[in-house]
Structure formats: structure tokens, C-alpha cells
């Protein structure tokens, strides 16, 4: 089975136990830390900054935090999340003046870095950075809000996402984001993608009693994962 990666987006979760909520979604299996960052200008809403990525990283979350930039322009901000602790820091290319030199500079810092499409802009800039990217984010929603329908035309993206990454040899991972559910994170994955963002589907989730239940939508996802033709 492919390494298949589970990074729940803390855009859906209660921001103020934040710490607290980290910690059981971590604890239900989940494997990545998904920080969506949005500016009021690049996308219209307005979330978290490097404060409280560092926040998390005091509080002693140890998982990786994949820093999911919606701002422009990027540069500016890319240091403050190096050291505010970011694993990954991925942005769209509409958000940098400059791809290439954002890209190394995130490398640069110590991070793992990414490039994000959004759902209308096409993978062609990626064919001249392959070798400076560790992550592709495919969106499967306009970028913006948690809660919205998977997009089915990014099913094709990513299998053409997927050829890229497979010809270019490199160690890149697959990402989708937006609307990803137990009833569709299979064929998304049979489809090429390897990690799966989902905010409401996880935080949403409620068990029998009032306590969020996220050992039973994580378990699920992976039990839908097992079942993935690769
Ligand atoms: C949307 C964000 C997503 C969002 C996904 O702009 O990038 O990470 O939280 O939420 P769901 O899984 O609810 O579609
Ligand atoms: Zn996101």
C-alpha cells in the first residue's frame, strides 16, 4: 500500500482549545498537522498566522505542520513560518511574484516546500521546478472556506499530477485539498494522491455521546485507504 498520509486542516476545528484539539486528532491516527494561512486578499477570509504555529509548537505538538499559504505575496511571511516551527510551507503561484526564488527560499530555511493549484490554474509552471518542490497540492474547491463540495475534475489533475511527479524520479508528495470524505478519499487515491487534507469531514465528526469522535472518521479513512487500487 502506498504511504498514504492523513492531514486533517485545523480550519474546521475549535480554535479555543486549539492545543487540546491538535493533540486528539494527532492521537486518532492522524499523521499531519494542515494550517491553512489566509490574508483577506489573496482569498477572502482572514485565519491564522506564525504566532500560533509557534503556539502549537510550545504547546508540544511534535507532528509535522503543513503551512498552507492563501497570501500575497509570499515572501515576506516565509521566514516568520520557518521559524515558527512550519515543516512544509506550500503556496499558489499567483501569490509570488517570483516562483523560483520563493521556492529556494523556503528550502533555504530549513522547511520542506510546495506549490498549490487551485482548481482552474494549470500544472504547467511545474514542469521548470520539479527539483524544488517537495509537496503538490492539487485543490479540489476554490481556496477560501472549509465545507465545500470536491471539485471531480481535479480526479484528472491528479492523475496527471501524478505522471509528473512518477517521470520526474523525485520524492514529491501528493496533496489534495478541499472536501475530502470517507466516501471519496478512495477514488482520490486511486487517482494518484498520497496525502489528504480534510477539515470538516474529521472536525465535524461527532460520536454518540457530545465528545468529537476522531478515532472513528480517521479509522475509516484508512479502512477506505486499505481498499485503494494503486
Ligand atoms: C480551504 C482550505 C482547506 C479547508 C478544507 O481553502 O485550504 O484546507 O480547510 O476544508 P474541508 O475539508 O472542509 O473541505
Ligand atoms: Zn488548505
Redesign the pocket.
Known amino acids: 500500500m502506498a504511504d498514504y498520509k492523513i492531514a486533517p486542516?485545523?480550519?474546521?476545528a475549535d480554535f479555543a482549545r486549539l492545543g487540546e484539539e491538535v493533540d486528539n486528532v494527532i492521537k486518532s491516527g492522524a499523521d499531519i498537522v494542515?494550517f491553512?494561512v489566509?490574508d483577506n486578499h489573496y482569498?477572502p477570509?482572514l485565519t491564522i498566522g506564525p504566532l500560533v504555529c509557534d503556539a502549537l509548537r510550545k504547546h508540544g505538538v511534535s507532528a509535522e505542520i503543513d503551512v498552507?499559504l492563501?497570501v500575497k505575496p509570499v515572501d515576506r511571511i516565509i521566514p516568520d513560518f520557518a521559524k515558527a516551527g512550519a515543516s512544509y510551507i506550500t503556496f499558489h503561484p499567483e501569490g509570488s511574484e517570483h516562483i523560483d526564488r520563493s521556492l529556494q527560499m523556503i528550502r533555504e530555511l530549513g522547511c520542506k516546500s510546495g506549490l498549490v493549484f487551485n482548481p482552474a490554474t494549470s500544472l504547467d509552471c511545474l514542469k521548470y521546478v520539479m527539483d524544488k518542490v517537495d509537496m503538490i497540492l492539487l485543490?479540489?474547491?476554490?481556496?477560501?472556506?472549509?465545507?465545500?463540495s470536491?471539485i471531480p475534475a481535479t480526479l484528472d489533475k491528479l492523475r496527471e499530477a501524478r505522471k509528473l511527479i512518477d517521470a520526474s524520479g523525485y520524492d514529491i508528495r501528493l496533496e489534495i485539498?478541499?472536501?475530502?470524505?470517507v466516501d471519496n478519499i478512495r477514488e482520490i487515491a486511486e487517482a494518484g494522491a498520497d496525502t489528504f487534507?480534510?477539515?470538516?469531514?474529521?472536525f465535524?465528526a461527532k460520536g454518540d455521546s457530545d465528545a468529537n469522535d476522531y478515532d472513528t472518521v480517521v479509522a475509516a479513512m484508512r479502512a477506505e485507504l486499505a481498499k485503494a487500487k494503486s
Open positions: 486542516s485545523i480550519l474546521s494542515h491553512d489566509m482569498v477570509n498552507h492563501m485543490m479540489s474547491v476554490n481556496p477560501g472556506f472549509g465545507g465545500q470536491f485539498d478541499g472536501g475530502v470524505k487534507v480534510a477539515g470538516s469531514a474529521i465535524g
